[in-house]
């Protein structure tokens, strides 16, 4: 049984940072395709970064691209999404998820088998 499990969310002004955890218990996720995606009420789920575990490639939307960094501890089997100059459009429900790495994509959610509970991220102007 997989479980992902997240931690790091909170509130921040506009311009602030935050760091998202995410720990994979129950299977090696060397093979794996590890992501963020976020949500909120009303909205599409929409991927902000994935990474290939096996060889460390990542992708990002525009939306994020200079600002939001995934990167992977192997001792931990661990994932972190560092978010900087953080906008009130960044706040939503912020998901990790796991998907095999022929589904490893940040335009598509539809592929990803395994989702954590969610953490909310807040962002005030």
């Known amino acids: 049984q997989v479980q992902l499990v997240e931690s790091g969310g909170g509130s921040v002004q506009a311009g602030g940072s935050l760091r998202l955890s995410c720990a994979v218990i129950?299977?090696?996720?060397?093979?794996?395709?590890m992501a963020w995606f976020r949500q909120t009420p009303g909205k599409e789920r929409e991927g902000v970064a994935a990474i290939l575990i096996f060889n460390g490639t990542t992708l990002y939307p525009d939306s994020v691209k200079g600002r939001f960094t995934i990167s992977q501890d192997d001792a931990k089997n661990t994932v972190y999404l560092q978010m900087n100059s953080l906008k009130p459009d960044d706040t939503a429900i912020y998901y990790c998820?796991?998907?095999?790495?022929?589904?490893?994509?940040?335009?598509?959610?539809?592929?990803?088998?395994?989702w954590g509970q969610g953490t909310q991220v807040s962002v005030s102007s």
């Open positions: 998820a796991a998907a095999i790495p022929r589904f490893c994509s940040v335009t598509r959610h539809q592929g990803f088998g395994y």
């Open positions: 129950g299977y090696p996720y060397s093979t794996y395709c």
